[in-house]
């Protein structure tokens, strides 16, 4: 959520930064219904101070000796009794304005930092830079992950139709195995950079959806339980950031690191025709989420920590990729600067996303009330929030049956892979 404060200080700095993402967001209403309130807040304490004045005078007149019934007393009674019914006609009109003024701030995105390059769309996206060329395979005659997963027998589409529907898999032996042996091995790394690992709720409310920016705007895309106020997870990221909803930390406390796996769910709305086969696009699939906590002074080099730390995973499994800026035009909703990590595939001779690493600064925070207190220091500040895929298994398991292809049809396993599968051969 952006600071009214900030909004109503500073309209045009707000206008145009959010301008930057291609969207026409008109701050105007925001700005005139905060003028509204801030005219009955004055109305009102300007009463308030004028009924406790008249309380005061009524009792210290009585205590001096005025009688309780005199026309004087009567008549500050009076204009009481006035004051307290114009108050508890100002109390629904400013929290009907304070409801409207919430309502549209919760539609607004985050402002793109200063250093997230200007641009209406991916094709404006920066490649920051590519690792791993040397890993691309030089084989023409690659099959794509699902048809040589299909034909090793570690995939299965069809009978995940049959359960379910469309854009569902059935991992089967190996295939089975080697999604496990990834989530395993991707937790244990990060877990020996630092992060606490959390096993969250899968299902959540719809107040942690709100707090971490999916909704309302991405009600369409999640999927709810109808007699209950929860949803499927659509990442760790979700469920991990709530953790600490409405609370106050210490400032000493800070950083504090979680990596969590969990199934995500996605309705992928508006996506049909895009990626209808394989990995790649599915309506659940398994991920492996990194959260931060940090001070705002630390933030912006602690994104650049994060996306290190999603660049290992890839690194140690010898998996070739590039990492992309996005620009204001691709800024995801409730960010300010993100990088993409970019897996190869080459079936298809392109580099596809893997991993997504944001940096919130104090939107998330804001939405859902997380907060810090410095010792010896007044008041509190909000925290800023991070979260970066490290990674999407899905995906990543794409990118092995791809990239590690044989020309005898079978697949050899990343070395770091192989302690925990047993095997060095699919």
């Known amino acids: 959520m952006l600071d009214i404060k900030l909004i109503r200080e500073n309209p045009q700095l707000v206008q145009e930064r959010l301008n930057t993402r291609g969207v026409n967001y008109d701050i105007q209403p925001i700005v005139e219904l905060s003028k509204q309130q801030l005219e009955l807040e004055g109305k009102r304490s300007q009463l308030q101070a004028r009924s406790n004045e008249i309380g005061k005078l009524v009792g210290q007149k009585i205590k001096s000796g005025v009688n309780p019934q005199a026309p004087e007393i009567q008549a500050l009674r009076e204009e009481g009794n006035r004051i307290k019914t114009t108050l508890s006609e100002l109390e629904p009109q400013e929290k009907e304005i304070v409801a409207k003024i919430e309502e549209l701030v919760l539609a607004l995105p985050n402002l793109p930092s200063d250093s997230t ?17 040397e890993y691309i395979p030089n084989n023409p005659n690659i099959l794509p992950h699902w048809e040589i997963g299909e034909k090793l027998g570690i995939l299965n589409f069809e009978r995940a139709v049959k359960v379910a529907q469309s854009r569902f898999v059935t991992l089967i032996g190996a295939g089975a195995a080697l999604e496990r042996a990834l989530i395993q091995f991707m937790l244990a790394r990060q877990i020996a950079a630092g992060y606490v690992e959390v096993i969250p709720p899968f299902l959540i409310n719809t107040t942690s959806l709100t707090a971490t920016g999916q909704l309302p705007k991405f009600a ?3 999927f709810k339980c109808a007699q209950d106020d ?5 990442t760790a990221e979700v469920p991990v950031t709530n953790l600490y909803r409405g609370e106050i930390l210490a400032a000493e406390d800070l950083p504090i690191y979680h990596c969590a796996y969990t199934p995500c ?4 709305a508006g996506s049909y025709g895009r990626d209808m086969r394989g990995l790649i696009r599915l309506h659940q699939f398994n991920k492996v989420e990194l959260v ?8 912006f080099d602690e994104l650049e920590t994060l996306v290190g730390d999603a660049e290992a995973i890839l690194q140690a499994l010898k998996l070739p990729y590039r990492v992309v800026e996005l620009c204001t035009g691709d800024l995801g909703f409730a960010a300010a600067k ?4 970019e897996v190869w595939l080459p079936s298809s001779g392109k580099y596809r996303e ?3 690493c944001s940096n919130f600064v104090d939107f998330q925070a804001r939405r859902g ?25 899905g995906r990543t398991m794409a990118a092995i049956l791809e990239n590690y292809q044989q020309p005898d049809g079978t697949i050899s396993l990343p070395e770091v892979l192989q302690p925990y599968l047993g095997r060095e051969v699919l």
């Open 265 to 268: 769910f996605r309705r992928e």
């Open 292 to 299: 931060k906590f940090v001070h705002p002074s630390t933030s």
């Open 117 to 133: 390059p200007i641009g209406k769309s991916e094709e404006d996206n920066v490649e920051v830079r590519r690792w791993g060329d």
């Open 354 to 356: 893997i991993s997504s």
């Open 220 to 222: 369409e895309e999640s």
């Open 338 to 341: 993100t990088y993409d990590l």
């Open 230 to 234: 929860l949803w499927l997870a659509p």
């Open 369 to 393: 009330d997380i907060r810090f207190k410095s010792a010896g220091k007044k008041g509190t500040q909000f925290v800023h929030t991070l979260n970066g895929s490290g990674l999407a298994i």
